[in-house]
Structures are given as structure tokens and as C-alpha cells.
């Protein structure tokens, strides 16, 4: 029965369709392709999503191999909300993509850039899905991989040289990776993930595995962009097409996240990491940096795309504190801001892909009275600055509560006085848009009124319109990530 | 109707009004008779919940689950009810007025000023309505974020100041201090619902509850409480009828509003009374109090001295609630009431000189009771409310106060009280003495009064600060439900 | 347990560390990826060592071997291997086009033009 095989399809479908998209050589159906895939990985993500609910953890064995010999796709609450996030943010950005990637990229590249999507999608899809360490790593560099080429496809040449940089990078941060993955499976003898678990409990005492731990930690940072192994992210934003940042924003360090999730709590579990190695108490300490300095960056930053980039910096600290705080809220807190995040970051960006299209620059200063000349992508920007800020009524506050409440059982009252510095930073950069747009009088010569083009405003409103929903509606957004924490740390009871 | 549609349409009405205000840009008629309409509409919902209330209903509507125990959600009582009905009956008024004044002073972006003077109503009723902390923390917010494109309305410079510090106050308080407090309100009691008698178990420790009600009390910037008070002389730059409704009765009101309600119903009055970790409050709001009264004596602004006039009284508001004694809630509830219509009637005045005489300095008012007669006469009234002078309504909240300051023993605070009185005097009567005993300086400039919608606003405020003091019972029936609410 | 016997992993802990070093201090691209290939080749030695049994042989069920080498290491470093060869090729594609549009190879000379056109866009932007 095909709906036995959701796990299978939810990765090659768009494995499938990048060397497809390739064949056929024309942009159009490219994008085309890419959009079905992408809706149908949505699909088959939601459909797994509501299985999972109803029957538990969903195992499948490619090839037939059983697990832990072969490789193993393994479904749970976690890594089922890390999919239909994936597929729900490339499902609003590819139909986006036409008009903002037909004014970006020269038109020869266009079915190669929807080719590497797609890749990107797959590789996304599978680090999420799989529950094979090593698996994980091809997944990765798959991802990686298309990632570099999509953000070299910039129309800016500093592009370029942004991607070669988030390259190296990238590879030193999937080779520690890798690293840690080897001294584990030496220690271990098993890829599987979940037999890994069992089995490192004999040896979780020794050395390697130590190392192993410190490797896998810093190679993924490297990937989440943690303060402070976060610079290759400014650049790469802001060099990147607007599409891709869009999806890039709201994905790519997300995943990279669930995985280290899926390390600190799933593999190693607090045992190990809280007592004597203090891992946590650093991963605390970096996210609450990451909130302050990259808030403060971010305050003084020039380009709108360079703000958000420093911006996302700053929120990838929430994510990374409330995976430190290591309680119920916080894990839950983490998991529900992979989601309320990566949409309100999916929204800005493409709302300021609208920008760039119509006015030809995002530079903050040349921005003045822009919101007479497109009313609707200021509010749009200004409502999803909101969710950034954490405002009752966004999606941001509901992870601002879970945070702050994490914080507050922890005892830890100065991360949360960090929690509410960093938000008033937030609304201090969210606000400079605000007062450049709205209160500054527009140019001499500027157009009158020129809003963005109806097919990139529509998928960008709709994101905007989620970060209102999910700030009302949460029993997906926190009813999942509280099944996810309950998955992650119902191992330690 | 049901109570609870009642509820609902009170808060959607102004809504439906503003988005009506927005589709009817071009047409200023419609536009204002569809402001009226809202008011009206709201005006009556109100008025029809308020009989229910006073006979012991509690309508309770639920919207949304947003947190898992935390929903959106409305409960009226009699202190949310004595709220709601001043800022329904006080809407329809101020709209009348603003018609006069954005006409008379031929201000921009009327549309956008009337929707958002709409939206601002909108949220100041949900958060009379709101049954939770939750509710009201987001109404709170929304209230900021609505009101500060009335107060940078005229986008200059000036404006653009003041709404960064309007922006920063407000929301740096609440969000940080205020989401702090209720956060931990949640993690120590497990709920966030207005609860006759409070929340907070026996767990919670002396010195906590200090700090839970400090973080509540500075972390509600909109009460104004010192030091987080910069904000409402900021405020001012916006038009006048924005100060007058917004930045001396709803806005403001719902700060101390937000600040009485958590004393009563997540504290507790009998639960905090006597606990030695709650005895600065009175001293803080005392401070308030008189620092805010000598700033108001020396300022020449007019709107500036009305500005720290509402500080200063604000805090008798946060006082009353502080000294924790049956008599002195009921004074603090009544005291929403009074101060609010009789700070409305003097920023009419205030905003009627303005347009018809273009003053904006005390010093210059000199003689201009003798063009302006109906204006210089609210604004006596009006002041002589403020300062507690009967037949005016302000004599009954004070009164009450007072009372409860002396049932308590709180002779610092019947010191601090007596003070203010005096200086409320001293800032007030010379404007008073000056417009109607001096010679105006310059007869050369003609004006005659201001336009007759902001008259008409006037009279109708003016008689209410009279008619309450004749009709005190109807006020004191919802209060002393309240100080019911806080014994039980 | 001499460190004489250890060998193998002095050796993928030197290549590591060169590489990276490499990577690190070196300005020219080409440099830089061949850093990269070092550090990562480091990370096939660390597999495929531990892997290997002396005396072993392929796993293949016959009569009179009895000592097998693991053979998942080779696999998984075979797949290793095609994602190393595929990060050099992108990143000698991307020097490649790097050198189209900026005429260098040399990170110094690149940043030093990706910076007069960051602030070229930002008075640009002043001006509007």
C-alpha cells in the first residue's frame, strides 16, 4: 500500500524531479515541477504529521533492510513538525519564486536554480526523516551543497565570493560532523540512531565518545550559525536571491537544529551532557551572546537584508537557550520557535524580495516613505516584525512565554532579563524600518504608488497572515512541539 | 441579546466603525457618521450590560484557547464594567469634539485618525472585558501599538521623538517587566484568571509577592507610575482630542485599571494585606504624587501641565489600591471614574483655546475667559473636580480615599493626600484667576469661542462631572461590589 | 599499547590539523580548497584505519578465514569521498567564477572590492 511508503516518498520525489528539471532545461516547467513536488511533500509531510499522532513512531527500512543494519527512516512527533515546516515553507516560497527569481537570475539559470531547490528540499527532507547518523551527514552535504550554488546564483558578485565562504564553512562544520560520527561508530558499532542510544549508555564514560561529543557540537553550531560561528550567515543572505533567502532563513538552520536536538537530548541525553561537561551551560551562554550582540549588529546595519540576517542570528540564540534550559518549556519553547520563526523569517524576506524587485535596493536609507509607495508589504513587515518582537498576538510571544517560563523555573532570572533586552532590541531594529517607511517623507522623484507584483505579495501575505494565526491558534505550532519535547525528553524520566 | 454577544459587539463595533472609517476615506460626512454610529452602538451595549452586572452577573465569553489554560477570553465585573462605561460614554463625546477640532484646525490623515481612535476604543474595551491576564497583557499591547500612530500624527520631527519615547516607555516596560511578572504569576500559581480573592496560594513567599507586584507596578508603564512616567508628557505632541480620550482616560485609565485589577484579583487584597513586602507601593505612588504635582505647578505648557497633572493623579488611583482597605478600593475605583471625566473636560478646554484661540502657554491665557465664557467655565468645573471640590464629582473619590487611608491608619498617605490637594489648588486657580480676573495682553487679536461641536463635547462632559456628584450611588454600587469582590 | 601502534590515528590527527591550519592562514582560494581536501581526506583515514583487522580479509564466508575486516567503513568513506570530490568541484567552480568577476583569486584583494562596493551602495542609498 503506497501509504506505506509516505517515509520513502517524502524524499525521493524531489530527488527525483532535480535531475528531471535538469532534462527538460526550461524554466518555466522547472518551476512548475518544483512547486508540485514541493505541495507534494507538504502532503505526504501532513499525512505522516496525523499518522504519527494516531499510530506512534513510524519505522521504515529502505530496501527492506532491517535496522539497525540498514538504514533506517523513523518518524516521531520531533522530526514529523520538522517536515511539514520544511515542506510548508518551500510549498509558499516556490510559487513566490517565479516573478522574484525572473527579475534576479539571468534567465539561462533558471531551470538550474529550480534543479538545486529541490535539491535543497530533498536534502532538508531527508536530514529531518532519516535515522541514520551517517545518513544524516549525505543528507547534509546534499542540502549544503545546493545551498552554496544557490546562493552563487545572486545577482550581486559579492555573492559569490559569500557562497565560497559559507562553503568552507559549511564543510569544515559537516566534516566535524562526520568526525564525531566516526568516533562514535567506533565506539559503538551502529549508524542507527536509535540503537546508538542503547548502546552508548556501556560506553558513555569514555573518551571518544567525549570527543565525539565536542566534535558533533561544534560541527553543527558551525551549520545552526551559533554565535559566534555565525558569520558566514550575514553575507550569505544578503548575497542570495530573494527566494532562496526566504527558504533558506526558514529552513536550513532550523534542520540543522532538530539534529542537534536529536544529539543533546536523543544520543548523549542530559546524563551525559549536564553534569560534569557543562555543554549546556556554554550553549546557554553563546545563545544569550547570540541575542544581545547580534540584536545590537543588526540595530546598526545599513542593508534590510543584512538586518534580518543579524536578526536571525539573534533568534537562532532563542532556539539554542531553550534547547540549553533543558526543561519541558524550554525544549518546547525551542522546538515551537524552529516553526513561529522560520515562518516570520520566511515572511520578511520575502516581503523584502518585493522591495528589492520594485525599488531595486534594500539599503534602510533609501527606503524613506516607502510605505505610500507599497502600503501593503510595510504593514506586512511591520506585522511580521511584530511576531519577531514577541507581541501578544504573534506568533513570536508563544514562544516568548515558553521561553521566559523555562527560564523562570530554571531559577535563571538572568536569561531572562536577556530574553527581554534582546526583544526590545528587536523592536528597536523592527522600528527604524517603521520610522524610515512611515515617517520620513518619500524622495522628490519617487513613484507614486507601485506595489509588488500580485503572485509574490499573495504567498508573502499568506506567511504573514500565519504569523497572526499561529500566535491565536497554537495547537499545531505548540500542541506539536510539546509532543516533540515530550519525545525528546521522555527518554530521561 | 445575550450578555455575551453584548460583550462581543461592544468590542467588534468600534472595529467594524474603523474599517468603515477606512472604506469611506473620501467621504468625511459618512465617515463621521459612521464614527458615531460605532460609539453609539457601543455606548448602548454597554449600557445594557451594566444592570446585569450590578444585580451579580458575570457574562463570560471564551474565544480561543491560546496557551493550553490560557485562553482569550472576556469576564465582566463590576470594576471592568465601571471602566468599560467610561470609555463607552466618554467615545461618542470626544468623537463630537474631534470633528470640531480636525475641521477647525484643518489637520491631515483624518481617516487614519479616526480608525485608529476607533481600533484604540476597540482594545481599551477588551481590556475592560478581559478575563485573564493573558487577555489583557495582549489588548494592553495592542493599545500601544494602535495609539502611536495618533500620537506621532503630525510625522515630524517632534513627533517622531515622541513616539520613540512613548514606544520605548510602554512597550520596554511591558515587555519586558509586565510579560515577566505574568509569566511567573503563571509558573507560581498555574493559571493567569481574575480570581475574586487572587490567585496566589500560600506557597509564594514574603519578599516574592514584593517583587511579582514591583515587576506589575513598573512593568505597567501606562499607569505612569515614577519613574516610568516620561512617556505621557511626550504623548502630548499628538492632537488634543488623542490627549483628552486616549492620554487621560483610556490609555492611561487602562494602566491603572490593569494595576487595581491585579492587586484585587491575582493578588488579593487580604491575602498582601499586612505583609511587610508590599509597604513601599504607597510610598512610591505618594512620591508620585506630590514630584509629579511641583513639576505640573512649573510647567507653562498648558497640555503639559494637564500632562503631569493626570501623573500625579494616577498615582491616588495606584495609592488607593495600595493601601489595601475596603474604603480605599472603592476609592480607587470611583476615582477611574471622576478623574476621567473631569481631566476630559480640561483637555477640551485645553484643545477649544487651541483652536479657536491658538494658546498653547498658561501665560498666555490672560483674560480669555471674557471671549471664551463657555470653555473657561467647563474648565473651572473641570478643575475644581481635580482638585476635590464639591459640587464637583472629584470630592467623592478622594473622599473615599481619604476614608479608606484613615480606616487603614495610613497617616503618610492622609499627609500626601491633604498635600496634593494644595498643590492641585496651587497649579489650577491661577489659570483659573488669571483668564477671568486679568487683562488679556493682547486686544489687538480677535477670536470668539471655539467651534460648536467641541462646545457641545464640553457641556456634556461638564454636566456629567456635576451630574455624578448628585448621583453618586449609581458609581458606588459597582465599587462596592468591587471592594465585595476583594473582601470575599 | 605502544604509541608506535597508534600510528594511523597520528597520522589522521596531523592531516587534521594541517588541513585546517591550511584552510585557516591561507588568503588564496586554491589554497584554501586544497586545506579542505586535506582535512577531510584526514576523515577517510579515520574510518578506514580502525576498520582494517591485521591479517583480516574481505568479509566473505569461505573456508579457512575466520578474521574479517568490517567492510561498512569502506562503504560509508566511499560515500564520503563522492561528497569530497563534489565540495572541490563546486568550490573550484565558484574560484572559477570568482576570478570572471573580480580578476583575483586572492581573498584580500576580493574583500577589499566586495567593501568599496558595500559603501559605494551605501552612500548610493544616502543620496536617495
Not at chain 1, 555543554?279 to 553563546?286: E, K, S, V, Y
Not at chain 2, 513627533?159 to 512597550?171: E, K
Not at chain 2, 500559581?189 to 514574603?206: D, K, Q, W, Y
Not at chain 2, 485609565?253 to 487595581?260: D, H, I, T
Amino acid at each position: 500500500m503506497i501509504l506505506d511508503h509516505l517515509p520513502a516518498l517524502q524524499v525521493v520525489v524531489p530527488l527525483m524531479a532535480a535531475p528531471l528539471i535538469v532534462l527538460l532545461r526550461s524554466g518555466r516547467a522547472g518551476w512548475l515541477i518544483a512547486t508540485l513536488v514541493s505541495w507534494f511533500a507538504l502532503a505526504v509531510a501532513v499525512m505522516l504529521f496525523m499518522r504519527v499522532q494516531s499510530v506512534g513512531v513510524i519505522s521504515y527500512a529502505i530496501g527492506n533492510w532491517p535496522p539497525p543494519w540498514g538504514i533506517e527512516y523513523r518518524v516521531d512527533a520531533l522530526n514529523a513538525f520538522v517536515l511539514v515546516l520544511v515542506s510548508l515553507i518551500a510549498s509558499v516560497v516556490l510559487p513566490y519564486a517565479r516573478t522574484s527569481i525572473a527579475a534576479e537570475v539571468p534567465a539561462d539559470r533558471h531551470y538550474l536554480l529550480y534543479s538545486m531547490f529541490v535539491l535543497c528540499l530533498c536534502g532538508l527532507l531527508g536530514m529531518a526523516i532519516t535515522g541514520d547518523v551517517f545518513n544524516i551527514f549525505v543528507f547534509l552535504e546534499i542540502s549544503s551543497l545546493s545551498g552554496y550554488v544557490l546562493i552563487g546564483l545572486g545577482r550581486d558578485r559579492r555573492a559569490l565570493h559569500s557562497a565560497f565562504q559559507y562553503l568552507i564553512m559549511g564543510t569544515i562544520g559537516a566534516t566535524f560532523y562526520i568526525i564525531g560520527v566516526g568516533l562514535l561508530y567506533l565506539m559503538t558499532g551502529t549508524l542507527n540512531l536509535a540503537d546508538m542510544t542503547v548502546r552508548l549508555a556501556a560506553v558513555e564514560e569514555t573518551r571518544p565518545v567525549r570527543a565525539a561529543l565536542a566534535f558533533i557540537t561544534v560541527g553543527l553550531s558551525l551549520k545552526i550559525a551559533l554565535f559566534p560561528l555565525h558569520v558566514w550567515l550575514p553575507g550569505a543572505y544578503a548575497g542570495a536571491p530573494s527566494a532562496v533567502v526566504a527558504f533558506m532563513a526558514g529552513t536550513a538552520t532550523k534542520v540543522s537544529v532538530y539534529v542537534m536536538l536529536r544529539f543533546v537530548f536523543g544520543i548523549f541525553g542530559v546524563r551525559l551532557v549536564l553534569p560534569d561537561l557543562h555543554l549546556l551551560d556554554m550553549l546557554m551562554i553563546f545563545s544569550a551572546a547570540a541575542m544581545i550582540t547580534a540584536s545590537l549588529t543588526a540595530l546598526f546595519q545599513k542593508d534590510l537584508k543584512r538586518l534580518l540576517a543579524y536578526s536571525s542570528v539573534a533568534q537562532i540564540g532563542y532556539i539554542t537557550l531553550g534547547l540549553s534550559l533543558a526543561n519541558n518549556d524550554g525544549v518546547t519553547a525551542s522546538v515551537a520557535h524552529l516553526f513561529n520563526h522560520g515562518i516570520t523569517k520566511a515572511a520578511l524576506f520575502m516581503l523584502v524580495g518585493g522591495i528589492v524587485l520594485r525599488v531595486g535596493t534594500c539599503q534602510v536609507d533609501a527606503l524613506a516613505g516607502l510605505a505610500r509607495r507599497m502600503p501593503v508589504t510595510c504593514f506586512g513587515i511591520v506585522i511580521a516584525g511584530l511576531s519577531l518582537v514577541g507581541v501578544p498576538g504573534t506568533a513570536g510571544f508563544i514562544t516568548k512565554w515558553h521561553l521566559v517560563l523555562a527560564a523562570l523555573q530554571d531559577g535563571q532570572w538572568w536569561v531572562v532579563a536577556v530574553v527581554g533586552a534582546s526583544s526590545l532590541l528587536a523592536a528597536a531594529y523592527v522600528w527604524r524600518f517603521v520610522e524610515v517607511a512611515y515617517m520620513q517623507p518619500a524622495p522628490a522623484d519617487a513613484v507614486t504608488r507601485s506595489e509588488a507584483p500580485l503572485q509574490m505579495l499573495v504567498p508573502a501575505c499568506a506567511m504573514v497572515a500565519a504569523c497572526i494565526y499561529f500566535g491565536f491558534e497554537t495547537s499545531f505550532s505548540l500542541g506539536g512541539a510539546r509532543d516533540a519535547a515530550a519525545v525528546l525528553l521522555g527518554g530521561l524520566r | 441579546m445575550s450578555p455575551q454577544s453584548l460583550m462581543l459587539l461592544a468590542v467588534a463595533a468600534p472595529v467594524l466603525g474603523a474599517l468603515g472609517v477606512v472604506a469611506a476615506q473620501r467621504h468625511p460626512n459618512l465617515r463621521e457618521a459612521l464614527s458615531f454610529a460605532a460609539a453609539g452602538i457601543a455606548l448602548a451595549c454597554v449600557l445594557a450590560l451594566a444592570p446585569s452586572v450590578l444585580s451579580g452577573g458575570r457574562p463570560e465569553v471564551v474565544l480561543l484557547e491560546i496557551l493550553p489554560g490560557a485562553a482569550l477570553a472576556f469576564r465582566l465585573e463590576p470594576l471592568g464594567m465601571l471602566f468599560a462605561l467610561v470609555a463607552a460614554v466618554l467615545w461618542p463625546v470626544s468623537t463630537l469634539y474631534s470633528i470640531g477640532y480636525m475641521r477647525g484646525n484643518d489637520e491631515l490623515h483624518q481617516p487614519r485618525f479616526f480608525a485608529c481612535f476607533a481600533l484604540a476604543i476597540a482594545c481599551t474595551l477588551g481590556l475592560a472585558f478581559a478575563a485573564n491576564l493573558l487577555t489583557l497583557f495582549l489588548f494592553y499591547e495592542l493599545l500601544t501599538l494602535i495609539t502611536y500612530p495618533l500620537v506621532t500624527h503630525h510625522q515630524d520631527e517632534e513627533a517622531r521623538h515622541a513616539g520613540r519615547v512613548y514606544l520605548g516607555y510602554l512597550m520596554g516596560t511591558s515587555l519586558t517587566l509586565m510579560l515577566i511578572a505574568i509569566v511567573a504569576t503563571w509558573a507560581v500559581a498555574g493559571t493567569v484568571e481574575f480570581t475574586p480573592g487572587g490567585i496566589l496560594g500560600g506557597e509564594i513567599s514574603n519578599a516574592a509577592v514584593g517583587g511579582l507586584l514591583a515587576l506589575f507596578v513598573f512593568g505597567i508603564g501606562k499607569a505612569a507610575v515614577m519613574p516610568m512616567h516620561r512617556w505621557l508628557p511626550a504623548a502630548m505632541v499628538a492632537p488634543t482630542p488623542v490627549s483628552a480620550l486616549l492620554h487621560a482616560v483610556a490609555v492611561v485609565k487602562a494602566g491603572v485599571f490593569s494595576v487595581v485589577k491585579v492587586i484585587v484579583y491575582i493578588f488579593g487584597v487580604d491575602r498582601i494585606a499586612g505583609l511587610t513586602s508590599v509597604d513601599w507601593l504607597p510610598f512610591v505612588a505618594g512620591f508620585t504624587i506630590i514630584a509629579a504635582s511641583v513639576v505640573a505647578l512649573r510647567a507653562d505648557n498648558l497640555k503639559r501641565r494637564l500632562a503631569y497633572s493626570t501623573i500625579s493623579q494616577l498615582s491616588y488611583v495606584v495609592l488607593a489600591a495600595a493601601l489595601l482597605t475596603p474604603l480605599s478600593v472603592i476609592g480607587a475605583a470611583l476615582h477611574i471614574v471622576t478623574h476621567a471625566i473631569g481631566k476630559i473636560t480640561l483637555f477640551f478646554a485645553a484643545g477649544a483655546i487651541y483652536t479657536a484661540a491658538h494658546k498653547t502657554q498658561v501665560s498666555e491665557l490672560d483674560g480669555i475667559a471674557r471671549r471664551m465664557p463657555w470653555t473657561m467655565g467647563a474648565f473651572t468645573v473641570g478643575a475644581l473636580s481635580l482638585i476635590g471640590i464639591p459640587p464637583a464629582a472629584g470630592f467623592f473619590s478622594k473622599w473615599y480615599i481619604m476614608l479608606g487611608a484613615a480606616q487603614g491608619g495610613h497617616w503618610a498617605a492622609l499627609t500626601v493626600l491633604g498635600l496634593s490637594t494644595l498643590l492641585n489648588a496651587a497649579y489650577f486657580l491661577p489659570i483659573i484667576y488669571a483668564a477671568y480676573f486679568r487683562a488679556p495682553a493682547d486686544a489687538a487679536h480677535p477670536h470668539g469661542e471655539a467651534p460648536w461641536p467641541m462646545l457641545a463635547a464640553m457641556a456634556v462632559t461638564t454636566t456629567l462631572v456635576l451630574a455624578f456628584f448628585c448621583a453618586a450611588d449609581v458609581l458606588l454600587g459597582f465599587a462596592q461590589q468591587i471592594a465585595g469582590g476583594a473582601a470575599g | 599499547m605502544t604509541v608506535g601502534s597508534h600510528y594511523s590515528y597520528w597520522v589522521t590527527i596531523l592531516l587534521m590539523i594541517a588541513g585546517l591550519y591550511i584552510v585557516v592562514a591561507r588568503r588564496n582560494l586554491i589554497k584554501k580548497l586544497i586545506g579542505l581536501a586535506i582535512f577531510q581526506t584526514s576523515v577517510y583515514l579515520l574510518y578506514i584505519a580502525p576498520g582494517k583487522l591485521i591479517g583480516g580479509t574481505a568479509p566473505i564466508i569461505a573456508e579457512g578465514f575466520t578474521v574479517y575486516s568490517n567492510p561498512l567503513p569502506h562503504v560509508l568513506i566511499l560515500t564520503a569521498i563522492v561528497v569530497g570530490v563534489a565540495t572541490l568541484a563546486l568550490g573550484l567552480a565558484l574560484v572559477v567564477r570568482i576570478h570572471e568577476e573580480y580578476g583575483s583569486i586572492e581573498e584580500d584583494a576580493i574583500l577589499e572590492i566586495a567593501e568599496r562596493e558595500t559603501t559605494a551602495q551605501e552612500q548610493g542609498g544616502d543620496r536617495a
